[in-house]
């Protein structure tokens, strides 16, 4: 059974910084993508930045600049750097990874609430 580890999630005031941090159960040969997604009240999750095996970044167009994900293959861990958070940026924070077969797997989740 593949685990997602999360970590990271809080308070913090408008314009302040967080880092989530993600560890999976699995090795990293085995993985496509890993990426963080959120989910606030009423809406649906959506992506908010995948990076690839090889590295390749992709990110929400409304954290562009502000976030930065990254990852550190020895320890199967992804980071997802947040600055300058805007309370709209408040949701439930999602880890996610993907295999090379397609299998899909998500962490438990961790909250992010940025006050104003």
């Known amino acids: 059974q593949v685990q997602l580890v999360e970590s990271g999630g809080g308070l913090v005031q408008a314009g302040g910084s967080l880092r989530l941090s993600c560890t999976a159960s699995l090795s990293r040969f085995s993985i496509a993508a890993m990426g963080w997604y959120r989910q606030a009240p009423g809406k649906q999750r959506e992506s908010v930045a995948t990076i690839t095996s090889g590295g390749i970044t992709n990110y929400a167009d409304s954290v562009k600049g502000r976030f930065t994900i990254s990852r550190d293959n020895a320890k199967n861990t992804v980071y997802l750097q947040m600055n300058s958070l805007k309370p709209e940026d408040t949701a439930v924070y999602y880890c996610?990874?993907?295999?090379?077969?397609?299998?899909?797997?998500w962490g438990q989740g961790t909250q992010v609430t940025v006050s104003s």
């Open positions: 996610n990874l993907r295999q090379w077969n397609a299998r899909e797997y």
